[in-house]
Structure formats: C-alpha cells, structure tokens
C-alpha cells in the first residue's frame, strides 16, 4: 500500500480479496477473545493468574 490509499480502497481491497470462510472464521476468533476476556474477570481465574505471575517471579503490584 502507498501513502495516497484510501480507506474506501481499502474496503474495496479487502472485499474482493477475503473470503467468506476468512471473515467467518476471523469474527469467530473476535467473538472467542471476547468471551474468554468476559470469563476471566471471574474471581477464580483473576485470582488463579495471580497467582501465575507471582510464581513466575513477575511483579503484579
């Protein structure tokens, strides 16, 4: 890409060059991240990395 691209080309690129099994499986992995970020603000698990990164020699605070 060049520095005189627009974003308009850009979504024109984008839309003839990606696939719909891309897009499906790149929203798919959107949507995971999302879930997995939502799950670990359980206690448990918060607690559980803390716990990680201390064993790890990682200071947290």
Known sequence: MTATDTVH??????????????????ALA???LGFTLLALQEP????AMHNFRH???????
């Open 30 to 32: 959107v949507a995971a």
């Open 55 to 61: 064993a790890a020699g990682i200071v947290c605070h």
């Open 9 to 26: 080309g850009r979504w024109e690129h984008a839309r003839t060059t990606v696939t719909p099994a891309r897009a499906l499986a790149t």
């Open 44 to 47: 448990t698990a918060h607690e």
